[in-house]
């Protein structure tokens, strides 16, 4: 079992950064994929960002070059930096690992709105 708790969502204007931390516990396996997803009201669930424990990253063209994904290994946590936000990224944001069977977080919200 791997457990997945999320911190840093919240309210920023358009324009403005935030940056979601995930620690990871549990039996981790190397050759994990962690991740980022957000689901929007009504919306399904989509991949915002994956990070290979190699460091390959993989973005959802909607918020290529303005979100950044990261890891460390050693610590078993992911982050994701979003910078230039805009009302379109309004969502729950959820971390994720992927080791043959899929992990969720419980979520944080992030709302961009003036």
């Known amino acids: 079992q791997v457990q997945l708790v999320e911190s840093g969502g919240g309210l920023v204007q358009p324009g403005g950064s935030l940056r979601l931390s995930c620690a990871a516990s549990g039996r981790l396996f190397s050759g994990n994929v962690m991740g980022w997803y957000r689901q929007a009201p009504g919306k399904q669930r989509e991949l915002v960002a994956s990070?290979?424990?190699?460091?390959?990253?993989n973005y959802a063209d909607s918020v290529k070059g303005r979100f950044t994904i990261s890891r460390d290994n050693a610590k078993n946590t992911v982050s994701l930096q979003m910078n230039s936000l805009k009302p379109e990224d309004t969502a729950v944001y959820y971390c994720?690992?992927?080791?043959?069977?899929?992990?969720w977080g419980q979520g944080t919200q992030v709302t961009v709105s003036s």
């Open positions: 990070i290979t424990m190699g460091g390959n990253t």
């Open positions: 994720n690992v992927y080791q043959g069977a899929y992990y």
